[in-house]
Nanobody, 119 residues
Framework: QVQLVESGGGMVQPGGSLTLSCTVS????????MGWHRQAPGKQRELVAI???????DYADSVKGRFTISRDNGWNTLYLQMNNLKPEDTAVYYC?????????????WGPGTQVAVSS
């Protein structure tokens, strides 16, 4: 079992920056990837950024060049550095871990942290 908790959300002006953190506790098994998703009211949850076991990092087109995903070597903490924030970045941001317990794949989610970008 694994538990994820996000932190670092808040209100920021357009053009500002925030860094989100996701702390991992418990025993995750074999981690495949970790990522950040977000969901605005009335919208579908969408992938923001993901980092895989091999170190590859991928981003949604809407955040490329502005957001950076990173982690520590032991999958204990996941980060999302967000620069040049825009109002459309306003959403609840969720940390996700995908992995295996034995042969069974799992997805674990944190409770989310709110990011609000406005003047």
């Amino acid at each position: 079992q694994v538990q994820l908790v996000e932190s670092g959300g808040g209100m920021v002006q357009p053009g500002g920056s925030l860094t989100l953190s996701c702390t991992v506790s418990g025993t995750p098994g074999t981690v495949i990837a970790m990522g950040w998703h977000r969901q605005a009211p009335g919208k579908q949850r969408e992938l923001v950024a993901i980092t895989s076991r091999g170190g590859n990092r991928d981003y949604a087109d809407s955040v490329k060049g502005r957001f950076t995903i990173s982690r520590d070597n032991g999958w204990n903490t996941l980060y999302l550095q967000m620069n040049n924030l825009k109002p459309e970045d306003t959403a609840v941001y969720y940390c996700n871990m995908r992995g295996y317990w034995g042969s069974e794949q799992f997805d674990s989610w944190g409770p989310g942290t709110q990011v609000a970008v406005s003047s």
